[in-house]
């Protein structure tokens, strides 16, 4: 959907922004959850770590914070896939 795209672009400004705002060595965290839309998960914490190594950003590390829990007619759509249903940080660094 447009807001999906809408969402990161607007997300990779920000981690350029935030790229030229650190100094080398200089590390941002950045907390996001998961979603799904019409039983598609979208893993935000991979998409927005590939656009951070774009920005030459390098990702220290992904860490699931937890499980999300959707409703039982989603849960059944996502069947095989609710791992990725997370909430994330993911640690960058400027290179």
Do not use: W
């Not at 991979?46 to 992904?62: G, H, N, P, Q």
């Amino acid at each position: 959907p447009t807001a999906v795209l809408a969402y990161f672009s607007d997300m990779r400004k920000a981690l350029k922004n935030i790229y030229e705002s650190l100094e080398i060595g200089g590390e941002c965290y950045i907390v996001v959850g998961n979603s799904a839309y019409n039983g598609i998960v979208v893993p935000t914490d991979l998409f927005l770590s590939l656009l951070a190594e774009k920005e030459d950003f390098r990702v220290k590390e992904i860490a699931v914070a937890r499980h999300l829990t959707t409703s039982s007619q989603q849960r059944k759509r996502l069947s095989g896939a609710m791992e990725y249903l997370r909430e994330s940080l993911i640690v960058l660094q400027k290179m």
